[in-house]
């Protein structure tokens, strides 16, 4: 596949499914890693390597069927971030008694709509059979959670494959762990829409850290179709226009174009993540609106709330601030917002769900508002 110029990088997670001491799955990663690396390039992939052994999952331990999305533990959440922000998954796997490892299986289970529409490909390795029947034991289980297998495979015969725990595999094989990169990635792409596609109700809810304070489900979208997720790096670029175009009336009301929101880059709103916990909402794959939220002490400071402009006055930056609020820790006395002096659509809304301008600090020309829990 070409690159195309601008477009989102396919995220390939490569997962390494046995997790025994002196395994070989590793070893069996570096190789795939290695000689697919120029196909990943050619891709346009970052690929994130999941070794199930690092990953350390106990056996699922969640009170709740996957698919709510309400998790409790922080192991979960943790595995839940990371699969959601793969596009695609490479599969790491022996085959144990003619099926898939238990720790496959069980990391599979952890989770539901993160897995969705998303290819999936396998990277084999056994005796005589070359992991095959574990393989096909996993298709059966994953297309249960509309993830699409791939027809490229590779299936390395340890006695034909492996010297002294190194892999060497011969050039078949090498073709082989190209053509899974190149499909995977290509399936990636085409079924991009339907991830972005889908509506609120089918995807889980982001997961927030374990000391929220209040229900972390998302309010009923105002809007059909609104996909509320966690800032991913493919937002980067769509965010930045977004909050231009949004800050464009608030120059205007403000009469100032002294706003740091317009004069941010990609750079900026990509270093948000090192201190802000952002939520992006698309729609139809579009990115229509935008939050951001942090802790300062018992503080829970929001920002950045923008709704695309013609999208405006439906409810969307309500409900997602009513989202954000949610989000706060247990130990939240006060939620606090900035806005333009003379931005009276946004004093409005804040007003309308409880918070008052206060006199504490503000940026010159802004005006803080804040509510108590
Ligand atoms: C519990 C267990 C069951 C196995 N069952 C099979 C099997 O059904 N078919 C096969 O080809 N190899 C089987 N093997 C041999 C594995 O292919 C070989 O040990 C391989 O290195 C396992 O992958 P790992 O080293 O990453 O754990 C089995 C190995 C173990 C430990």
């Known amino acids: 596949m070409s690159k195309t110029l601008g477009s989102a990088r396919i995220r390939v997670m490569v ?82 008694n003619y099926a898939m490892p238990a720790a496959l299986k069980n990391a599979i289970d952890f989770l539901y709509q993160e897995w969705a529409w998303k290819p999936v490909g396998f990277v084999s390795y056994g005796n005589t059979s070359a992991g095959t029947r574990g393989v096909q034991m996993t298709k059966q289980v994953v297309t249960t959670l509309k993830m699409v297998p791939i027809g490229a495979t590779v ?40 991830r972005e596609q889908g509506t609120g109700a089918d995807l889980p809810d982001p997961q927030p850290s374990s000391d929220v304070r209040a229900s972390t489900t998302i309010g009923e979208p105002p809007v059909p179709g609104l996909v509320l997720a966690a800032m991913r790096d493919s937002d980067w670029a769509e965010l930045l226009v977004l909050q ?20 941010e880059t990609v750079a900026d709103v990509a270093a948000w993540d090192r201190t802000w916990q952002v939520w992006c909402v698309r729609r139809e794959g579009r990115l229509v609106a935008a939050v951001r939220a942090r802790a300062e002490g018992t503080v829970w400071e929001i920002g950045r709330l923008m709704v695309a402009p013609d999208l405006a006055g ?35 809304l804040y007003k309308s769900v409880g918070y008052t301008v206060t006199r504490g600090p503000a940026p010159e020309g802004a005006v803080a508002l804040t509510k108590s829990a």
């Open 314 to 348: 439906q409810g969307i930056g309500r409900w997602l601030l009513d989202y954000a609020e949610r989000q706060a820790p247990q130990r939240t006395t006060t939620w606090s917002v900035f806005t333009g002096q003379r931005s009276d659509r946004n004093i409005a």
């Open 15 to 96: 997962i390494i499914a046995s997790t025994r001491p002196g395994r070989l799955g590793p070893a069996v990663a570096d190789w795939f890693v290695d000689v697919s690396r120029e196909s990943a390039e050619h891709a346009n992939a970052v690929l994130d390597v999941a070794d199930l052994a690092e990953v350390g999952l106990p056996l699922l331990d969640e009170p709740e069927h996957p698919s709510s999305g309400r998790y409790v533990h922080e192991h979960t959440k943790a595995w839940s971030r990371r699969v959601a922000a793969a596009d695609a998954f490479v599969v790491v796997t022996p085959e144990y």
């Open 155 to 194: 299936a390395l015969r340890i006695a034909d494959s492996v010297e002294n725990g190194i892999v060497r595999a011969n050039e078949s094989a090498v073709e082989s762990a190209r053509d899974v990169m190149l499909e995977v990635t290509r399936v990636a792409e085409a079924l991009r829409p339907l």
């Open 244 to 263: 231009r175009c949004c800050w464009v009336q608030e120059a205007l009301s403000n009469d100032t174009l002294d706003l740091p929101a317009l004069h």
